[in-house]
């Protein structure tokens, strides 16, 4: 079935731990994007892809890093973790800027 | 600043129409969406406006009027599995999507 894939789903780390949430999508789409949310906020984007070989910061960047080697691929790392950054991550693709997005199923990440 | 405003919760009966409205103030404007998310899972695309007027797709519609920086998601029939929240997001001149907070729909029998 075509679509997005996250892993983890869930996650409890200790704080200062690194950590990489992997995304992967299968639709051939140009760009993806992280975003997190957290209660009472709307969506919030951390980074973004238009294309294989570029990224992008968006609103929440500090604390987090990605990569995008290929096109399927587009992982976040956060390389050590602080209670803050405890909320869902959802990675999403579209086949164009501003186009439909398509969500993966979130990784609910837990920082204590 | 840039702002999306969308009431937090509403309650609406089985089988009647529901009006979920959404504010904005954006740099610039590039296209307004409304997403669906069921709890516990991911937001589904729900509808685009770029131009003013109405959007009709089935049992859901959505307007948009750019002048006054105003859209709203009209439900109709009124189903349980409509229970969900609804993501207004716009975007703004650096295409990039702002998003509301969301706007907590409750269908009751």
């Known amino acids: 079935i075509a679509g997005i894939t996250q892993a983890p789903t869930s996650q409890i780390l200790a704080a200062g731990r690194r950590m990489t949430l992997r995304c992967t999508q299968d639709m051939r789409h140009n760009a993806m994007y992280w975003y997190r949310q957290d209660l009472g906020l709307g969506l919030r984007l951390i980074h973004y892809?238009?294309?294989?070989?570029?990224?992008g910061k968006g609103e929440v960047p500090d604390g987090y890093s990605v990569s995008r080697a290929n096109t399927d691929d587009f992982p976040l790392t956060l390389a050590s973790a602080v209670p803050s950054q405890t909320s869902v991550y959802f990675c999403?693709?579209?086949?164009?800027?501003?186009?439909?997005?398509?969500f993966g199923e979130g990784s609910r990440l837990t920082v204590l | 600043g840039q702002n999306i405003d969308q009431p937090t919760e509403m309650t609406a009966t089985e089988g009647a129409i529901v009006q979920i409205n959404c504010t904005y103030q954006t740099s610039g404007f590039n296209g307004l969406f409304w997403y669906q998310q069921h709890a516990g899972e991911a937001p589904t695309f729900l509808s685009y406006?770029?131009l003013d007027g109405l959007e009709e797709k089935g049992r859901f519609s959505s307007f948009l009027s750019r002048s006054k920086g105003y859209s709203y998601l009209l439900l109709k029939e009124l189903q349980m599995k409509d229970s969900a929240s609804y993501l207004c997001?716009?975007?703004?001149?650096?295409?990039?999507?702002?998003w509301g907070a969301g706007t907590k729909l409750i269908i009751k029998p």
């Open positions: 406006n770029v």
């Open positions: 997001a716009v975007g703004n001149s650096n295409y990039q999507l702002i």
């Open positions: 892809s238009n294309t294989a070989g570029t990224t």
């Open positions: 999403a693709s579209s086949d164009s800027e501003l186009g439909e997005l398509f």
